[in-house]
């Protein structure tokens, strides 16, 4: 059964750094692309980053370019999404999801292009 658990979500004050995690189990991470997704109240799920099931190809959107990481370490079954410089407007539950299948230079960005989703962690930025 894939299952994925996210973690490292919590307060932290504008400008401040967090680290999530996705850890999966149930399944091996080289063969499954991972997505972080966010929704913050009232607004739609947005695609933050992503990266490929081979080459570790990535994909940022413009809203976290520059300051978000992803990064996978298959050793550990988990893909890490570091975040710097966090501004009010990254306040949202971050969710990891994934899609298998072997890809080359691509990774989902909308939620319908995944497969399974982890329950998600809250951040939230706040002075």
């Known amino acids: 059964q894939v299952q994925f658990v996210e973690s490292g979500g919590g307060l932290v004050q504008p400008g401040g750094s967090l680290r999530l995690s996705c850890a999966a189990s149930g399944f091996t991470l080289d063969t499954y692309t991972i997505t972080w997704f966010r929704q913050a109240p009232g607004k739609e799920r947005e695609g933050v980053s992503c990266?490929?099931?081979?080459?570790?190809?990535?994909y940022y959107a413009d809203s976290v370019e520059g300051r978000f990481t992803i990064s996978r370490d298959n050793t550990e079954n988990t893909v890490y999404l570091e975040m710097s410089s966090l501004k009010p407007e990254d306040t949202a539950v971050y969710f990891c999801a994934a899609r298998g299948g072997i890809y080359y230079g691509w990774c989902p960005t909308h939620d319908y292009d995944v497969d399974y989703w982890g329950k998600g962690t809250l951040v939230t930025v706040s002075a």
């Open positions: 990266i490929s099931s081979t080459d570790g190809s990535t």
